[in-house]
């Protein structure tokens, strides 16, 4: 394994300078969104999280999402030296000023929240800590400060060593030996110590002058910088290996070991060092290097003071990688093979041959910046172009191992512009085309070019199927046989559309790549839809295709994905998505050649196993809940189940533990309202108005169509709002039925009162109606009568007989209704007022005023509301005048429920009336009775109605009466 990486590291060393374009490197900045370039530490906690120490506070990473604690967060200060988990699992952040967080359930705790983080407080930051198999934890820094934690968490004490001047230890590692006794490596040596109570005793067991030491993760192992540089191993005190590594710094900041047992040295003035035990394999040029860390996946991660953070893919030593330097600073454009096992390469200008790590460049200047057609024939000669350009032909080729050259004889320029390049397998015919125009050109001393123009429109592809025939894709499809043009019948589903690529897998089978987002399986009669099952899962179009041993092989411009055994789409079995842990600038070209896959892009050119490929190991992915919002308001995430009340919004947003370049893919339900999964990229999603009861949400990760991870689950209880409690819905229940019982009651109440109204007003109505009739009116009518006829006035006794009828009628009719229009009304008045007049011999006059607002017609009052004012106002009024009397009747609108009725006369006045009144018992009654219907009448309507009697002008000899009425209009 070893072997492997250190050959073709080697190329590696030599070329590496600039790594901002190496796909291996990922530098992540304030463009990526840090809060700050000064990274200084770097650490995996046990759930997985990557967590960074930086100026500006504490950053955690899932591989996607950055998230910030800072002062505002809880933290005694924004500048955060080392980061450290303890085997209870609180993170602890130990802060420049000399001060302690951690960062436990989601909480940041300080000395507010945590009283026991006062005490632990010292002049200089912490630089680490020592815990013990009791879980008590021993805090300590560089100038010898060390604090002690009780395993109980509560007290708190500090060590004293009895020395005069403490500081000069220099402390840079505390640890403990096979005889339980602690170990502190510093600038003046390694000192043993026994621990009795809050002192030390200290007695040195090594005289080695100690620049830096650090533990190796996971071991009981100590590796020790000398001064000199070199690195030894102690298990506990005792030396087991010397000098196993040399620093080319002095000043090593961190050190790592991955699981292969590989060393990763940050050195702050020479950058990243990998070493194998025995010499220097790797080296990054890192500005400032603070920290590395190898996390679980085998990255390994580097802070800089200066230029943020790094992460290395794992497979950088793996594989085979020429930067864009060993290609005059080009990518690499085109890939063909060679006849003789190499490979050809070409950055659009020069062209190169790879074989094994080897890279020759042919010394040829074709002053062309564009090459991308690459053949070579089996006669050694190589023809190329750029795209929609004239052709080179250079013949008898051949790489020359002694001199490490390419020889080359004659070079050709044919007068022929092509686009895409396809040789049939006898090598006799060269195809291409330009425009709407096939090209065949016969591959001989000739080199004669045959031109087929297409009617039909511009051609977008031409290649050799499996059958050996020449194909155009075009608006339709076409066979090309002996020159000739067919339809291409078995393609004509896909007419109308581009074949980009085209790739005979065998005699049997071929694959086409559709318009870049569609790859097509095809026999001899039958089509299968390769992507139809992870489609979703692309998020480019597809560039180009290559197959090799039962391995389709296809890229994009950002990766390469690839399945085994496509050919099982003809059963309708699953097919298995995978893809390279590699992220790439723009891919131009791959070609499985000699059991390795090479990849052209702008970073260069990469070298990679083809069984590497296919038998990756895929870490799956660890879902986790980023963060809960209720009603937009972010809720802090806790291991209890989550609780809100219903009626609100619930979103749940969440993500994965994922250091790898291929994406996460999300599949999650909510027990109690989703009946399946939903899959998707998808981070967030929302729940509105959710039931009373309790839920479970689950979800689940993977990469592409791989492996599901186990499901994390999140316990969601929805308590009901107050208007959806039992206690509440029965209350509001006996509340409406009390409320629906109590209505009825009015109702029937109302009912029952408005009957009696009803009865009342009907009975009011009758005596109304006998008090207008009363006998001394009747006497009198007929008195005049019979006076009219002695008086032989037989004329005069028939007139006022019909009005005393007619009258009688009217008042007879006013019983079948409890209204009457005001045209009736005073119909019926003015014929009771002349009977007067007629009875009195004219002793009155009268008049009758309307308000032109009102329609006499439409409007409707109560009967026999205005006569017993009249009658009183004949009667009590005008009659006792030794002189002529006047009445007045005046109509007007008050408002749209009612009208003002005045009744005024200018007779003796209310005062001097008052002894006749009292003694004419039916008028009074009259009146009476009318005040009372007309306040029965307004209490139905829910209209004010009054009357009002007053003299109309006091003092005077015959003051004369007004009485003014409120009556409501009648519906």
Not at 259 to 268: M, N, P, Q, R, V
Not at 331 to 338: D, E, F, R
Not at 380 to 408: C, R, W
Request: charged share 25%; with cysteine; hydrophobic share 35%.
């Amino acid at each position: 394994m070893k072997k492997e990486y250190f050959l073709s590291v080697i190329f590696i060393l030599f070329l590496h300078s600039v790594f901002a374009a190496n796909p291996f490197v990922k530098n992540y900045t304030i463009a990526e969104g840090l809060p700050t370039n000064k990274i200084i530490y770097a650490y995996q906690d046990t759930q997985g999280f990557i967590w960074f120490a930086t100026d500006a506070g504490v950053i955690r990473f899932d591989g996607t999402n950055f998230k910030n604690y800072s002062v505002e967060e809880g933290l005694s200060d924004n500048i955060v030296m080392r980061i450290k988990e303890d085997s209870s699992g609180r993170l602890w952040f130990m802060n420049m000023n000399g001060t302690l967080n951690y960062h436990f359930d989601n909480t940041i705790y300080n000395e507010k929240n945590d009283t026991l983080l006062s005490q632990l407080k010292a002049n200089f930051y912490f630089i680490d800590f020592y815990e013990d198999n009791d879980s008590t934890i021993y805090f300590y820094n560089s100038i010898s400060d060390i604090y002690v934690l009780k395993k109980n968490g509560s007290e708190v004490s500090k060590l004293n060593f009895g020395l005069n001047n403490q500081r000069d230890l220099s402390l840079f590692h505390l640890s403990k030996s096979l005889d339980d006794k602690f170990l502190m490596w510093s600038a003046i040596g390694i000192y043993e110590s026994d621990v009795v109570g809050d002192s030390a005793y200290l007695t040195p067991f090594s005289d080695y002058l100690i620049e830096k030491a650090f533990r190796v993760d996971n071991q009981e192992k100590t590796i020790a910088f000398e001064r000199t540089g070199d690195a030894n191993i102690y298990q506990g005190k005792k030396l087991i290996t010397k000098h196993i590594l040399q620093s080319k710094s002095k000043y090593v900041n961190s050190l790592a070991v991955d699981s292969e047992g590989l060393f990763w040295l940050a050195t702050y003035d020479k950058g990243l060092y990998c070493h194998d035990g025995k010499e220097i394999i790797f080296h990054l040029d890192v500005d400032q290097t603070q920290g590395v860390m190898a996390d679980r996946e085998g990255n390994i991660w580097v802070t800089s003071a200066s230029e943020g953070i790094y992460k290395i893919n794992r497979e950088i030593l793996r594989y085979q990688y020429w930067a864009t330097e060993s290609f005059e600073e080009s990518g690499i454009k085109s890939l063909a093979p060679t006849n003789n096992g190499k490979l050809w390469a070409t950055n659009g200008s020069l062209l190169y041959t790879i074989s094994g790590e080897k890279l020759t460049r042919m010394n040829l200047d074709l002053d062309e910046n564009n090459l991308s057609n690459i053949y070579h024939f089996k006669d050694n000669t190589l023809i190329t172009s750029p795209i929609g350009e004239e052709l080179h032909l250079i013949e008898e080729t051949l790489y020359d191992e002694k001199t490490n050259t390419i020889k080359f004889g004659t070079h050709k320029k044919l007068p022929y512009k092509v686009k895409k390049l396809d040789v049939p397998s006898d090598e006799k015919t060269i195809y291409s085309y330009i425009n709407d125009r096939l090209l065949i050109i016969d591959y001989d001393e000739s080199l004669n070019c045959k031109v087929i123009g297409l009617r039909t429109g511009r051609i977008n592809n031409v290649f050799v199927n499996k059958d050996n025939h020449l194909v155009i894709n075009a608006e339709k499809n076409y066979l090309v046989i002996d020159d000739k043009l067919s339809l291409n019948l078995p393609l004509q589903p896909f007419n109308g559309k581009t074949i980009t690529s085209h790739l005979a897998i065998n005699k049997n089978y071929e694959i086409y790549n559709i318009i870049g987002n569609q790859l097509i399986l095809r026999d001899n009669q039958n089509t299968y839809d390769l992507t139809e099952a992870f489609r979703t899962q692309i998020d480019y179009r597809i560039k180009g295709i290559e197959y090799n041993e039962n391995v389709l092989f296809f890229y994009t411009t950002k990766t390469v994905y690839f399945i085994k055994d496509p050919l099982k789409a003809i059963s309708q079995k699953a097919l298995e998505l995978s893809r390279l842990n590699i992220d790439f600038n723009n891919i131009n070209d791959i070609i499985c050649h000699d059991n390795r896959l090479y990849i052209a892009s702008d970073d260069g050119l990469v070298s990679i196993p083809i069984s590497d490929c296919v038998n990756a190991v895929i870490q799956i992915p660890q879902p986790y809940f980023y963060s809960l919002l209720i009603d937009d308001k972010e809720l802090a995430l806790h291991t209890e189940a989550i609780k809100f009340k219903s009626k609100k919004s619930f979103s749940i947003n969440f993500a994965s533990l994922n250091y790898s370049s291929t994406p996460s893919n999300y599949s999650y339900m909510l027990e109690g309202i989703d009946r399946d999964w939903i899959n998707g990229k998808n981070t967030q999603v929302t729940y509105l108005n959710l039931s009373p009861g309790h839920y479970t949400f689950k979800l689940k990760a993977r990469k592409s169509l791989g492996e599901y991870s186990p499901a994390v689950e999140l316990p969601i209880m929805v308590r009901p709002t107050f208007i959806q409690r039992t206690i509440t819905k029965i209350t509001i229940l006996f509340i409406l039925l009390g409320g629906v019982v109590l209505i009825i009651i009015f109702f029937y109440k109302r009912k029952i009162k408005q009957k009696e109204t009803d009865n009342m007003i009907i009975t009011l109505e009758h005596k109304a109606l006998q008090s207008m009739m009363n006998p001394h009116f009747i006497f009198n009518a007929l008195g005049s009568i019979q006076r009219y006829l002695l008086l032989n006035k037989a004329a005069e006794a028939g007139i006022y007989l019909s009005q005393f009828a007619r009258l009688i009628r009217q008042n007879m009719n006013s019983l079948k209704s409890n209204s009457i229009q005001i045209d009736d009304e005073l119909e019926r008045l003015r014929n009771y007022i002349e009977l007067e007049q007629f009875r009195m011999d004219n002793k009155f006059d009268f008049e009758i005023e309307i308000d032109d607002e009102i329609d006499v017609d439409q409007v409707a009052i109560p009967s026999m509301i205005i006569q017993p004012f009249v009658e009183n106002a004949i009667w009590h009024g005008v009659s006792s005048l030794p002189d002529k009397g006047k009445i007045w009747i005046r109509i007007k609108s008050f408002n749209e429920k009612s009208i003002k009725i005045t009744v005024e006369d200018n007779g003796i006045g209310i005062k001097q009336a008052k002894p006749y009144s009292q003694s004419d018992q039916n008028l009074n009654m009259g009146v009476s009775l009318t005040k009372k219907r007309l306040q029965l009448i307004g209490d139905r309507y829910d209209v004010k109605s009054e009357i009002i009697s007053a003299e109309l002008t006091p003092g005077a000899r015959y003051p004369g009466t007004r009485v003014e009425m409120l009556v409501p209009v009648v519906i």
